[in-house]
């Protein structure tokens, strides 16, 4: 079953550190883009940070500087350092990927169910 599991999320304190990671399942392949979006309940699903397979990465305005977007290509797995976290970066975080299934020829875009960072004293 093709799927993106996420770890990671959490409670964190304002200032600190948390590290998210997305696997996608073997049966996605040629994984070109991958990112994180977040989403605050009764908001729009917003992109945080994106990389493409090259490396070329992307991110939402308010995180520059404080998050990190990394991935593992032989691992098919995509990671996003939050430092300095802030209350504000307090949503639900998804996983995303554009790939294709093994017998398929077209690519799409697949979510990891979310996780949620909670950023509070």
């Known amino acids: 079953q093709a799927q993106l599991v996420e770890s990671g999320g959490g409670l964190v304190q304002p200032g600190g550190s948390l590290t998210l990671s997305c696997a996608a399942s073997?049966?996605?392949?040629?994984?070109?883009?991958m990112g994180w979006f977040r989403q605050a309940s009764g908001n729009q699903r917003v992109l945080v940070a994106i990389?493409?397979?090259?490396?070329?990465?992307n991110y939402l305005d308010s995180v520059k500087g404080r998050f990190t977007i990394s991935r593992d290509n032989a691992k098919n797995t995509v990671y996003l350092r939050m430092d300095s976290l802030k209350p504000e970066d307090t949503e639900t975080y998804y996983c995303?990927?554009?790939?294709?299934?093994?017998?398929?020829?077209?690519?799409?875009?697949?979510w990891g169910q979310g996780t949620q960072v909670t950023v509070s004293s």
């Open positions: 995303y990927a554009i790939g294709r299934l093994v017998r398929e020829t077209t690519s799409s875009a697949y």
């Open positions: 073997q049966s996605i392949v040629s994984i070109n883009a």
């Open positions: 990389i493409t397979t090259g490396g070329g990465t």
